[in-house]
């Protein structure tokens, strides 16, 4: 009997998929993930069962500097040096669900970061592009998103502004840099009824996500406030 | 030598706070570098504390440590502790963004407020010392240390503009050695010809020679130039540290001075463009970049004969209701847009205003058109022509709320009306500012726009107003006469796919079209207040509103302030139930700064004040309250001309420097005068400071604003010349308190710890009550404070008098 489980038990792990979010025997953080999801995300009203799956499955604090690792899952963005930040986990979600994005779009990733968006992505679609500028973010991004077997996903470090021009169109694209305008190269390289999302304001203070859809030739641009900022109706204007 | 000690330690901690707050600003940002002040004054006041709580068990220490040795000790650990504390800031790594998080951040802060305070902490041990010791010189005292002081701030200038922050940190850590040299040259050409040779004396001369010697060097070679090894960084969250990481990108040309340090950058991936239309097809212009204190970039365009981009920006809606305008007048603290819509415009002649003088003469050679060195306030206030079209292009803080302290006269009541005032029958008065969600800017500024209306007699200034908005700018245009012909800017707003957020003007276009939000918000925020005006109740409308959108005064100039504290649970969970948006505003810090400083003060007054006890040497409590009320006093009357000259003066760091030099060397003369004066001239000057800043309170606004049509060095001394009749006699009462009610050395310490502890807390409140009740306000307190003081001596006075 202890033979067949150890037979098992190797099968088990060979079976396993490569990639680091199921690495669920060695995972230290997985109820705390668990956790976020439930609390954070399905919560405040996400319900797509890929995005909240993908949320579920990749390890956020692997993403993270070693001594932010205990605060990975908290309710808030973290700063992960050199000026970066990862998102809340809220905004991840609610970022990749209003992408609409399903297991055949091609999607460009604009700012690589910490390399946990491009992650979240290919959880949901096996096309996922990334482009990041500056370069230590590139490399180790990288180098995580290698590690931790996210193969499938095709980094590049280059100028986001220009797109990926031999592999477009795109399905979605999504910008994850602070931006003070919308690239014109990238709503040319958009396919037809394509989208583009981006968060608006400081990770820090107020961010609300701004999606722009491409008919034909106009754009249309819709501003999601999700649960980062509850207008101020009636109630909220009169109760002190 | 006390005397010069004292003069060159207050010359030095006084430049290098100046310092310090350069540093801050540039690596942290401007609200953190007003923690300075609070570090500054806690250090000086934990000395008092340290030698009135160790009085019983060294005694007759101020004798002892009055001695020149002794003095140049201090003068050399001073000097070691600043030079200490610039590298441990250099090489801190202290992230204020990670400070909610990361609970070592916690603790690097703590360690920069340690090794940041030492350094004031011995300079105030030093003036505590002459005080405890020759307590008949008070006021002799008291002028060299003000007069040290005045002059560091204003060497502070020079020094930046020659040496850089760093470097000028550094300097200032040699300025106290000045009389350690010459007691040790002194010392050591005495004993070579006339005792024998390595006397003790000789060796702790040499020693200090040495000392001083190897400090020049260290100093020199560490901290100075631009190969220094020690350099303080930009944060990374800032937009120059995050544009440096783009590949090919570097910074060609540096300044530093008094107004900041400005960092040119070239870089291909710069693409700075707020406000440009989807509709854009091609690329921004090629664009290089000036950064002011690390942020705030200024772009400049390659223009040449491309003014598709510009005309295709939000802010160009503007011209579009002014075609062919002849003036065109400037604003732009921050952005770069403006001047390619006025190029785009064929405006016949474009001006601008810039105050800071390097960004000046960067924006005249790069466009080659009229730039003016000045404050735009003063400017729209002196004599001068109309124009078309005035741009304020002010985008606000790259991170929402850190320029919660910021003072800006340039979105105030007052502000918009000297722009109305300078426009032309015809002109347009264009604003371009990023969008907030709640809706806060926009709501400010078209009340700010529409009471000035109203003020100006406008009978329906609903129809002189516009906002249009993108999905992240918006931009309000208004003018003293009805807007013209809006069909070119309806159709200007469709090609482009710009939204309008709310006009009175009969536009048959719909808001919430092309960027839409979930519900239009900013509209029926508008309307709401729109009505409420028309149905002449806008303060129902804001005091409802959630957070404060009232139009800025010149008192209260604090555009990025929208809290309401009574609001704040509501606030906290209509942005998302999020702690640490809240923890990045401004506002908070001064809550956090001012609650940390209450709690060191009395911790700091308590432990020496049981030890006194302990001993048995009662003194009064009023003694020790009358110290703490006058250095109340003074601190606010400091603050208050400190805020009321960046009106004048255009920069905060500019009024600061002018405002602590002047009241400083008045303060010093008047302690100087103190020397000869008996008791009765304490009580006099407490109750004419008391009677000045109250009537300060009702005059001097009025007073600073006539004196904007000034030149820009009269200006400046206007400015001295307020500071004369309150900055005298406010340097008579903490020198004659120590010369005439206390006994002894401890109470001395005590007393200098108390006025220490006041002057932290002061400086803190301060900042609060200008935000919460306006820059004035502080007078009244000043007044306050000086009468409590007056009554905390009569009891003395009164028996002084029987016996």
Same mark, same amino acid.
């Given at each position: 009997?202890?033979?067949?489980?150890?037979?098992?038990?190797?099968?088990?792990?060979?079976?396993?998929?490569?990639?680091a979010s199921?690495?669920?025997?060695?995972?230290?953080?997985?109820?705390e993930?668990e956790?976020?999801?439930?609390t954070q995300?399905?919560?405040?009203?996400?319900?797509?069962?890929?995005v909240?799956?993908? +949320?579920e499955?990749?390890?956020?604090?692997?993403?993270? @500097?070693?001594? !932010?690792?205990?605060?990975?899952? #908290?309710?808030h963005?973290?700063?992960?040096?050199?000026?970066?930040?990862?998102?809340?986990?809220?905004?991840?979600?609610l970022?990749?669900?209003?992408l609409?994005?399903?297991?055949?779009?091609k999607?460009?990733?604009?700012?690589?970061?910490?390399?946990?968006?491009a992650?979240v992505?290919?959880?949901?679609t096996?096309?996922?592009?990334?482009?990041?500028?500056?370069v230590?973010?590139?490399?180790?991004?990288?180098n995580i998103?290698?590690?931790?077997?996210?193969?499938?996903i095709?980094?590049?470090?280059?100028?986001?502004?220009?797109?990926?021009?031999?592999?477009?169109?795109f399905?979605?694209? +999504?910008?994850?840099?602070?931006?003070?305008h919308?690239? @014109?190269?990238? !709503?040319?390289?958009?396919?037809d #009824?394509?989208?583009?999302i981006l968060?608006?304001g400081?990770?820090?203070?107020y961010?609300?996500?701004?999606?722009?859809t491409?008919?034909?030739?106009?754009y249309?641009?819709?501003?999601i406030?999700?649960?980062?900022?509850?207008?101020?109706?009636?109630?909220?204007?009169?109760?002190? | 030598?006390?005397?010069?000690?004292?003069?060159?330690?207050?010359?030095?901690?006084?430049?290098f706070?100046?310092?310090?707050?350069?540093?801050?600003?540039?690596s942290?940002w401007?609200?953190?570098?007003?923690?300075?002040?609070?570090?500054?004054?806690?250090?000086?006041?934990?000395?008092?504390?340290?030698?009135s709580?160790?009085?019983?068990?060294?005694?007759?220490?101020?004798?002892?440590?009055?001695?020149?040795?002794?003095?140049?000790?201090?003068?050399?650990?001073?000097?070691i502790s600043?030079?200490f504390?610039l590298?441990?800031?250099?090489?801190?790594?202290?992230?204020?963004?990670?400070?909610?998080?990361?609970?070592?951040?916690?603790?690097?802060?703590?360690?920069?407020?340690?090794?940041?305070?030492v350094?004031?902490?011995?300079?105030?041990?030093a003036?505590?010392i002459?005080?405890?010791?020759?307590p008949?010189?008070?006021g002799?005292?008291?002028f060299?240390?003000?007069a040290?002081?005045?002059c560091?701030?204003?060497?502070?200038?020079?020094?930046l503009?020659?040496f850089?922050?760093?470097?000028?940190?550094?300097?200032?850590?040699l300025?106290?050695?000045?009389?350690?040299?010459?007691?040790?040259?002194?010392s050591?050409?005495?004993?070579?010809?006339?005792?024998?040779?390595l006397?003790q004396?000789?060796?702790?001369?040499?020693a200090?020679?040495?000392?001083?010697?190897?400090?020049?060097?260290?100093?020199?070679?560490?901290?100075?130039?631009?190969?220094?090894?020690?350099?303080?960084?930009?944060s990374?969250?800032?937009?120059?540290?995050?544009?440096?990481q783009?590949?090919?990108?570097?910074v060609?040309?540096?300044?530093?001075?008094i107004?900041?340090?400005?960092?040119?950058l070239?870089?291909?991936?710069?693409?700075?463009?707020?406000?440009?239309?989807?509709k854009?097809?091609?690329?921004?212009?090629?664009?290089?970049?000036?950064f002011?204190?690390?942020?705030h970039?200024?772009?400049?365009?390659?223009?040449?004969?491309?003014?598709?981009f510009?005309?295709?920006?939000?802010?160009?809606?503007?011209?579009?209701?002014?075609?062919?305008?002849?003036?065109?007048?400037?604003?732009?603290?921050?952005?770069?847009?403006?001047?390619?819509c006025?190029?785009?415009?064929?405006?016949e002649?474009?001006?601008?205003v810039?105050?800071?003088?390097?960004?000046?003469q960067?924006?005249?050679?790069?466009?080659?058109?009229?730039?003016?060195?000045?404050?735009p306030?003063?400017?729209?206030?002196?004599?001068?022509?109309?124009?078309?079209?005035?741009?304020?292009?002010?985008?606000?803080?790259?991170?929402?709320?850190t320029?919660?302290?910021?003072?800006d006269?340039?979105?105030?009541?007052d502000?918009?009306a000297?722009?109305?005032?300078?426009l032309s029958?015809?002109?347009?008065?264009?604003?371009?500012?990023?969008?907030?969600?709640?809706p806060?800017?926009?709501?400010?500024?078209?009340?700010?726009a529409?009471?000035?209306?109203?003020?100006?007699?406008?009978?329906?200034?609903?129809?002189?107003?516009?906002?249009?908005?993108?999905?992240?700018?918006?931009?309000?245009?208004?003018?003293?006469?009805?807007?013209?012909?809006?069909?070119?800017?309806i159709?200007?707003?469709?090609r482009l796919?710009?939204d309008?957020?709310?006009?009175k003007?009969?536009?048959?276009?719909?808001?919430?079209?092309?960027?839409?939000?979930?519900?239009?918000?900013?509209?029926?925020?508008?309307s709401?207040?729109?009505?409420?005006?028309?149905?002449?109740?806008?303060?129902?409308?804001?005091?409802?509103?959630?957070?404060?959108?009232?139009?800025?005064?010149?008192?209260?100039?604090?555009?990025d302030?929208?809290?309401k504290?009574?609001?704040?649970?509501?606030?906290y969970?209509?942005?998302?139930?999020?702690?640490?948006?809240l923890f990045?505003?401004?506002?908070i810090?001064?809550?956090v700064v001012?609650?940390?400083?209450?709690?060191i003060?009395?911790?700091?007054?308590?432990?020496?004040?049981?030890?006194?006890?302990?001993?048995?040497?009662?003194?009064?409590p009023?003694?020790?309250l009358?110290?703490?009320?006058v250095?109340?006093?003074?601190?606010?009357?400091e603050?208050?001309?400190?805020?009321?000259?960046?009106?004048?003066?255009?920069?905060?760091?500019?009024s600061?420097?002018a405002?602590?030099?002047?009241?400083?060397?008045?303060?010093?003369?008047?302690?100087?005068?103190?020397?000869?004066?008996?008791?009765?001239a304490?009580?006099?000057?407490?109750?004419a400071?008391?009677?000045?800043?109250a009537?300060?309170?009702?005059?001097?606004?009025?007073?600073?604003?006539?004196?904007?049509?000034?030149?820009?060095?009269?200006?400046?001394v206007?400015?001295?010349i307020l500071?004369l009749p309150?900055?005298?006699?406010?340097?008579?009462?903490?020198?004659?308190?120590m010369?005439?009610?206390?006994?002894?050395?401890?109470?001395?310490?005590?007393?200098?710890?108390?006025?220490?502890?006041?002057?932290?807390?002061?400086a803190?409140?301060?900042?609060?009550?200008?935000?919460?009740?306006g820059?004035?306000?502080?007078?009244?307190?000043?007044?306050?404070?000086?009468?409590s003081a007056?009554l905390?001596?009569?009891?003395?006075?009164?028996q002084?008098?029987?016996a």
């Open positions: 009997m202890k033979r067949f489980s150890l037979i098992f038990a190797i099968l088990f792990l060979f079976t396993r998929p490569s990639n199921d690495t669920g025997t060695i995972d230290p953080y997985r109820k993930r956790m976020m999801v439930q995300i399905q919560a405040r009203g996400i319900t797509d069962k890929a909240l799956s993908a +949320m499955r990749v390890p956020r604090h692997l993403f993270v @500097p070693e001594e !932010l690792r205990g605060r990975a899952y #908290g309710d963005p973290l700063p992960i040096g050199e000026g970066q930040t990862i998102s809340q986990p809220y905004i991840v979600a970022m990749t669900e209003k609409s994005v399903n297991s055949d779009s999607v460009l990733e604009v700012g690589t970061g910490s390399g946990y968006q992650a992505l290919s959880q949901i096996p096309s996922v592009y990334t482009i990041e500028i500056k230590k973010l590139y490399e180790n991004a990288s998103l290698n590690n931790l077997g996210y193969t499938k095709q980094t590049r470090h280059g100028d986001g502004y220009f797109g990926w021009e031999q592999v477009q169109p399905d979605a694209i +999504m910008i994850t840099a602070a931006v003070d919308i690239p @014109p190269p990238l !709503l040319k390289q958009l396919k #009824g394509g989208r583009l968060p608006l400081n990770p820090f203070s961010q609300n996500l701004v999606r722009v491409k008919k034909g030739e106009d249309t641009v819709d501003q406030c999700g649960v980062l900022f509850v207008p101020l109706t009636g109630h909220v204007m009169r109760s002190r | 030598m006390i005397l010069w000690t004292v003069f060159f330690l207050s010359f030095s901690s006084l430049a706070e100046i310092f310090l707050t350069r540093l801050f600003s540039i942290q401007n609200h953190l570098s007003f923690m300075v002040i609070s570090i500054a004054l806690l250090g000086f006041a934990a000395g008092g504390v340290l030698f709580f160790l009085d019983g068990r060294m005694p007759g220490w101020e004798r002892k440590w009055s001695t020149w040795i002794h003095l140049d000790i201090l003068a050399f650990a001073f000097s600043i030079l504390s590298f441990i800031l250099s090489r801190i790594p202290f992230d204020y963004f990670r400070l909610p998080f990361e609970p070592i951040q916690i603790l690097y802060l703590f360690i920069l407020y340690l090794v940041l305070g350094a004031f902490f011995f300079c105030g041990l003036i505590m002459g005080y405890a010791a020759c008949e010189k008070s002799s005292l008291y060299a240390s003000m040290g002081s005045a560091g701030a204003a060497a502070s200038i020079p020094l503009s020659l850089g922050e760093t470097g000028a940190a550094a300097l200032s850590a300025i106290p050695l000045i009389p350690a040299a010459g007691d040790g040259l002194k050591l050409l005495q004993n070579f010809f006339h005792k024998p040779f006397s004396t000789k060796g702790v001369s040499l200090m020679l040495t000392a001083v010697v190897i400090l020049c060097v260290f100093a020199v070679f560490l901290f100075s130039g631009t190969n220094a090894l020690l350099q303080i960084r930009p990374p969250y800032k937009a120059l540290s995050q544009s440096l783009f590949p090919d990108s570097q060609f040309q540096k300044a530093s001075g107004y900041g340090r400005v960092d040119c070239q870089s291909p991936h710069l693409r700075y463009a707020p406000g440009l239309s989807l854009y097809p091609s690329i921004p212009p090629t664009q290089w970049a000036a002011k204190d690390g942020d970039p200024l772009t400049f365009y390659e223009t040449n004969s491309n003014t598709a510009a005309r295709s920006t939000l802010q160009y809606a503007g011209y579009v209701l002014i075609p062919n305008p002849g003036r065109v007048l400037i604003i732009q603290p921050g952005g770069g847009t403006a001047i390619p006025a190029l785009a415009s064929g405006a002649s474009i001006t601008v810039e105050p800071h003088p390097f960004l000046a960067l924006t005249q050679k790069h466009y080659r058109i009229t730039v003016v060195s000045d404050t306030r003063a400017f729209l206030t002196a004599p001068g022509p109309t124009f078309d079209v005035i741009h304020v292009e002010n985008w606000g803080p790259s991170l929402p709320g320029g919660a302290l910021t003072q006269y340039l979105l105030t009541l502000a918009f000297a722009y109305l005032n300078r029958h015809r002109g347009i008065l264009i604003v371009s500012r990023k969008l907030r969600l709640p806060a800017d926009s709501l400010r500024l078209w009340s700010t529409y009471t000035c209306l109203v003020q100006k007699g406008v009978s329906d200034p609903g129809r002189h107003i516009l906002i249009l908005r993108n999905w992240d700018t918006f931009v309000l245009i208004a003018s003293g006469s009805a807007l013209p012909d809006t069909a070119p800017l159709d200007f707003a469709n796919n710009f309008f957020i709310f006009s003007i009969s536009v048959a276009h719909p808001v919430n079209r092309f960027n839409r939000l979930p519900e239009p918000y900013y509209h029926r925020a508008l709401e207040l729109s009505d409420a005006y028309e149905r002449g109740k806008p303060e129902t409308f804001f005091n409802d509103y959630l957070i404060d959108v009232k139009p800025l005064t010149d008192e209260r100039p604090f555009p302030r929208f809290i504290y009574d609001r704040i649970r509501t606030l969970r209509s942005t998302g139930s999020r702690f640490y948006s990045m505003s401004g506002e810090v001064v809550w001012m609650i940390e400083a209450a709690a003060s009395i911790l700091f007054l308590l432990l020496p004040l049981s030890s006194i006890y302990r001993r048995g040497k009662k003194q009064f009023s003694y020790f009358f110290f703490f009320f250095g109340m006093g003074f601190m606010f009357l603050m208050y001309f400190v805020q009321a000259f960046t009106l004048l003066l255009g920069d905060p760091v500019v600061f420097v405002g602590i030099t002047g009241i400083l060397i008045f303060s010093g003369v008047g302690g100087r005068i103190s020397q000869n004066l008996g008791k009765g304490m009580q006099k000057s407490l109750l400071l008391t009677i000045l800043a009537i300060s309170y009702w005059m001097l606004d009025s007073g600073i604003h006539q004196a904007l049509r000034l030149p820009k060095m009269s200006r400046t206007f400015a001295l500071l309150m900055g005298l006699p406010a340097g008579l009462p903490f020198p004659m308190g010369r005439i009610l206390l006994d002894g050395p401890q109470q001395r310490a005590f007393a200098w710890a108390a006025n220490g502890c006041a002057s932290v807390l002061t803190v409140a301060s900042v609060q009550i200008a935000i919460g009740f820059i004035s306000t502080n007078l009244l307190f000043a007044a306050a404070s000086y009468f007056w905390c001596i009569q009891k003395h006075v009164s002084k008098g029987t």
